[in-house]
């Protein structure tokens, strides 16, 4: 069965550096998503993506976060200047419609990103 | 978003049935129920989705009450692999576009040999 991967499962950083974090969606979906789990909390929204465009996104997703689909496969997240507060669990999602479809969303494992 | 309220936590015995509910009295016409689940260290896990009526997969049931107020996630024979933080969410129904999966606390559960 087709996956979403993401690469690397573990990041670890300083504070104040840039990090991409960089996903594979199933081949033939066309919406993409990316959530993060602060450790004990629950599973956050950030940002979704449809048509090369964000869709939606959350409060959480301010100015040091931009998404992209560089190639026909990858998608990627980037944090410019990362704080203490950015360590989560960021998990990629992928879906092959939206809403009106009701497709569901299929999750990576996650990269958990460790800020210094 | 309509909210859903879920027990914190479960527990269950190995090959028993589970019956996990989920509250969602402020639900609209147009909300889908879905349920995910994520076991530890993964990332969140599709399960089912239903609208009105009860709805049967490989993984598990869906029994969606007659007002649309709550419903029943049913794992039949309940294994070690599923002890997972299970999910549910209402998911509204667009003209076009992605839209998000708001997810709450969930309900932990335990299964015990």
């Known amino acids: 069965e087709p996956e979403v991967t993401q690469t690397p499962s573990h990041q670890v950083t300083q504070m104040g550096q840039e990090v991409i974090l960089r996903c594979v969606p199933i081949?033939?979906?066309?919406?993409f998503y990316w959530y993060r789990q602060i450790l004990g909390q629950k599973v956050e929204f950030l940002v979704s993506?449809?048509?090369?465009?964000?869709?939606?996104k959350s409060e959480i997703f301010d100015d040091q976060f931009s998404v992209e689909r560089p190639d026909g496969s990858n998608f990627t997240l980037k944090i410019r200047s990362t704080k203490l507060e950015d360590s989560a669990m960021y998990f990629c999602?992928?879906?092959?419609?939206?809403?009106?479809?009701?497709?569901?969303?299929?999750f990576g494992n996650g990269t958990r990103l460790t800020v210094t | 978003d309509a909210k859903t309220t879920q027990p914190n936590s479960m527990e269950s015995n190995e090959e028993e049935p589970v019956h996990l509910p989920c509250n969602h009295s402020t639900i609209s016409g147009t909300d889908y129920i879905h349920w995910y689940r994520q076991l530890p260290s993964q990332g969140p896990e599709y399960v089912i989705h239903?609208?009105?009526s009860n709805v049967n997969n490989r993984m598990a049931s869906l029994a969606i009450a007659e007002d649309r107020k709550s419903s029943t996630l049913i794992l039949h024979r309940a294994t070690l692999r599923d002890a997972a933080v299970y999910y549910c969410i209402l998911r509204a129904i667009l003209t076009g576009g992605g839209n998000k999966l708001t997810f709450g606390t969930g309900t932990q559960l335990k299964v015990e040999l």
């Open positions: 999602a992928s879906s092959l419609t939206g809403g009106s479809y009701n497709s569901p969303l299929h």
């Open positions: 993506f449809y048509n090369n465009e964000i869709s939606e």
């Open positions: 081949s033939n979906h066309l919406y």
């Open positions: 239903g609208l009105t």
